[in-house]
């Protein structure tokens, strides 16, 4: 569980390193801070900013923002998930790949960055085969595989905490390993660049399982409501320049979709 927590957010190793320019020279405490919440969103809306443009209170709310709205809505799905007669079937998902579709797009220029923006798109690709086999590989194993892991964590209580633990500290750690000023770590303006198309690489490796196999199997068809809202996301940010209007339109459409269909 560790092994598999410590490479599923390995991706922050990059996004500290991209950030270390303009948060290692922050106090210990600011260090720490936007170390935790160091997330894609974070990360995404800050990443461009160099040492003049960065605004240590901006990312400070930014952070505290998706990080009290994850936790809330958490807490709200399990408190209200069962409650929900066929939640599962109304494709909530979807919100995953939107906001994600229009934390990219802007990201993404290939006009001038041709490029960069071919490698980012390759790692995408690369890292969403890699997440296809690994959720099919957790599908096949069914319910008795998950019946086994609960009878074996519900008699070592002690264990899950130390777990959970452990899973917090190496999130932490790979978020914050970078940040710290005392690692000897030069990176090149070339080396900056490239790593600031991890988010774009990383987040389609999130969002494209779900936007080109919503049942598990790959779906290229018209009638894919996913991915001809997904392309209504990527054209409304173009259009718009705004993230959240994008998001908040592109999840309508998505769901007049799925009700006419």
């Known amino acids: 569980i560790l092994l598999t ?11 500290g390193m991209s950030m270390r320019s303009v948060i290692s020279p922050l106090p210990g405490r ?21 040492k003049q443009q960065f605004d240590r ?4 709310g930014v952070g505290l923002t998706f990080y009290v709205a994850w936790n809330l809505f958490t807490l709200l799905g399990i408190v209200l998930g069962k409650s929900i007669p066929g939640l599962e079937h109304l494709g909530l998902d979807f919100s995953i790949a939107a906001t994600f579709i229009a934390l990219i797009t802007p990201l993404v220029q290939c006009a001038h960055r041709g490029l960069r923006c071919r490698i980012a798109v390759l790692l995408g690709a690369v890292q969403l085969l890699a997440l296809g086999i690994g959720a099919g590989a957790v599908g096949a194993g069914g319910h008795d595989r998950r019946f086994c892991l609960q009878q074996t964590l519900s ?27 005392r690692l000897p770590l030069r990176l090149s303006s070339n080396a900056r660049q490239f790593l600031g198309f991890a988010v774009p690489g990383m987040l389609t490796a999130i969002c494209g399982p779900i936007v080109f196999m919503p049942d598990h ?18 054209a409304l940010v173009i259009y718009t320049r705004n993230t959240l209007l994008s998001m908040l ?12 269909f």
């Open 5 to 15: 927590t410590l490479l599923l957010t390995s991706q922050h190793l990059l996004y």
């Open 30 to 50: 600011w260090r720490v801070g936007l170390g935790f919440l160091l997330t894609d969103e974070l990360f995404a809306l800050t990443s461009a900013h160099d």
């Open 57 to 60: 209170w901006y990312a400070l």
């Open 155 to 181: 008699g070592a209580s002690m264990m899950v905490w130390a777990v959970i633990f452990g899973m917090g500290l190496l999130v932490f750690l790979n978020r914050y390993v970078f940040l710290e000023p």
């Open 217 to 234: 199997e790959l779906n290229l068809h018209w009638s894919n409501p996913y991915l001809l809202s997904s392309l209504v996301a990527i």
């Open 249 to 260: 339109l592109s999840m309508g459409f998505f769901f007049l979709l799925r009700w006419w």
